[in-house]
């Protein structure tokens, strides 16, 4: 399925049926939607909705470019995809883009959302198959899911600047004061406690660092927000933890938090070699270095580490030396500058373009 020629003046329309209403659904199609339909391009105009809920009238998709589904699995979705191909497409000629951004074939055993996303693997697959072009987050990405879709873009996130706000990093002196180190993310990045006792080991979190986070409560203010591991329940009446935001408040909630650095430990696997960088950018817009795991998403991040031992050293090497946190974070910074927000560097026109670009066609 292909687009008629879009050339001046023309207006691009679409429409994306969201799997996922938080995360991933806002981050990639919500934040860039609303950016996108007041973005102006001599000769162009944007007009991009979204939605949960499926229009069944054909009259209504005769003007979209395309139409989207985000990170679609579950029978319901497959039912609105085979009827859009079916009985809509036929008579408007609009084309269908799946968009995904995780290994959602492959998730590691300790996973708890393997079990959701494995119930409905042959629907991914069929999905994928049937699709006109496929859109994800990685190069690592692309590459596993080109067995099912050899017609695929790479369109990387991007934050809004509109929602996080201006950056102000904070590496000033602050005598007596214990560093505040942070870590934000999902359960999903830890073995549900039912798996440990069934013998299915793992996490993004080895033994030994969390037993150096439990050893050091009391030099170091630890902080997690989202997610919380089983083993470090000995000592959640000395960590300090915040559940999870709508991705709204995500930003002002980590901002709120004040964090001195962060840290990003990632089990090395095929699942997360297929991740983004989104914690490098979160961290970068905070304004702290941070220690990430030297793993596909953070390979060009300045402080990596290939063991606990040595994202230890790096904990302890940021947490003396506050200087050290600002050159950090300088670095950091520059390497993840073009890719930061979506309001710049052209990456809104890179986004619209990387669609175009799955028929042929760029503006």
């Not at 840290?263 to 702290?288: D, R, T």
Request: charged share 25%.
């Amino acid at each position: 399925m292909s687009l008629k020629r879009i050339k001046p003046p023309a207006n691009i329309k679409f429409v994306s049926y969201l799997g996922d209403t938080q995360g991933c659904g806002t981050i990639r199609v919500i934040y860039p939607a609303l950016l996108l339909n007041n973005y102006r391009k001599e000769g162009y105009g944007f007009s991009t909705f979204y939605t949960a809920y499926f229009v069944m009238l054909p009259d209504y998709f005769k003007s979209f470019s395309f139409i989207q589904f985000q990170r679609s699995a579950t029978e319901p979705q497959l039912n609105m995809f085979k009827h859009f191909r079916d009985h809509i497409r036929k008579q408007t000629n609009t084309p269908i883009v799946y968009e995904v951004d995780d290994l959602l074939i492959g998730i590691p055993e300790w996973n708890f959302a393997r079990d959701y996303f494995d119930g409905y693997k042959n629907n991914i697959i069929e999905m994928m198959k049937m699709s006109d072009g496929l859109t994800v987050t990685t190069p690592s990405l692309k590459k596993v899911y080109s067995k099912y879709n050899s017609n695929i873009s790479i369109i990387p996130n991007h934050l809004p600047k509109f929602v996080w706000g201006d950056i102000y990093p904070k590496h000033e002196y602050q005598p007596n004061k214990k560093p505040r180190i942070l870590w934000a993310g999902s359960q999903n990045h830890f073995a549900l406690k039912k798996h440990v006792e069934n013998g299915i080991t793992g996490g993004d979190f080895g033994k030994k660092l969390l037993d150096f986070i439990i050893k050091t409560v009391d030099n170091y203010e630890w902080i997690l927000c989202g997610g919380y591991p089983d083993e470090l329940e000995c000592v959640r009446d000395k960590i300090e933890y915040h559940g999870w935001w709508n991705t709204f408040n995500y930003p002002k909630g980590l901002k709120d938090i004040d964090p001195d650095f962060c840290i990003a430990p990632l089990e090395p696997c095929l699942f997360n070699e297929c991740k983004s960088n989104i914690k490098a950018l979160e961290n970068v817009a905070l304004g702290c270095p941070a220690v990430y795991q030297d793993i596909e998403p953070y390979k060009r991040m300045t402080l990596k580490s290939n063991s606990d031992e040595e994202m230890i050293s790096h904990i302890e090497d940021l947490a003396i030396d506050i200087d050290y946190r600002g050159q950090i974070w300088k670095k950091d910074h520059k390497v993840v500058a073009p890719q930061l927000w979506w309001e710049e560097d052209n990456n809104l026109l890179l986004y619209i373009n990387s669609y175009l670009k799955l028929f042929k066609q760029r503006i």
